[in-house]
C-alpha cells in the first residue's frame, strides 16, 4: 500500500518561501514519476509539478519560474521549492505518484500552505 506523508507547509507572507517534503513508501520510488498537487479552497486538485524517474520536470503556467520540484530517491522523497509565493498560491499541497492509479489512488493527509498578501 502506498504511502505519502507530506510537510513543509505554513502560513508565508507574499514574496516569501517555502520548501516542501513528500515522503513516499509501499512502492519502487525511483522508477517512478511523481507530482505535487495543490486544492484551493473551492477549487478542483490540481498539478502543478511533475518530475519523471529521470528527472525531467514540468510545470503549471501559474508556478513556472517560481517553483522547483526535486527527488531524493536514496530518501524516497520528492520536495517543491516555492519562491515569490503569491496570495493565490495557498492552499492544501498534495504529492502523488504519476499517474495517480499506481497509488491506487491514495493520497496523504497534505500539507497547508497560506500566502498572506
Known amino acids: 500500500q502506498v504511502q505519502l506523508v507530506e510537510s513543509g507547509g505554513g502560513l508565508v507572507q507574499a514574496g516569501g518561501s517555502l520548501r516542501l517534503s513528500c515522503a513516499a513508501s509501499?512502492?519502487?520510488?525511483?522508477?517512478?514519476?511523481m507530482g505535487w498537487f495543490r486544492q484551493a479552497p473551492g477549487k478542483e486538485r490540481e498539478l502543478v509539478a511533475s518530475?519523471?524517474?529521470?528527472?525531467?520536470?514540468n510545470y503549471g503556467d501559474s508556478v513556472k519560474g517560481r517553483f522547483t520540484i526535486s527527488r531524493d530517491n536514496a530518501k524516497n522523497t520528492v520536495y517543491l521549492r516555492m519562491n515569490s509565493l503569491k496570495p493565490e498560491d495557498t492552499g492544501v499541497y498534495y504529492c502523488?505518484?504519476?499517474?495517480?492509479?499506481?497509488?491506487?489512488?491514495?493520497w496523504g493527509q497534505g500539507t497547508q500552505v497560506t500566502v498572506s498578501s
Open positions: 509501499g512502492i519502487i520510488f525511483s522508477i517512478n514519476a
Open positions: 502523488n505518484v504519476l499517474p495517480v492509479w499506481k497509488s491506487g489512488h491514495s
Open positions: 518530475i519523471s524517474s529521470g528527472g525531467n520536470t
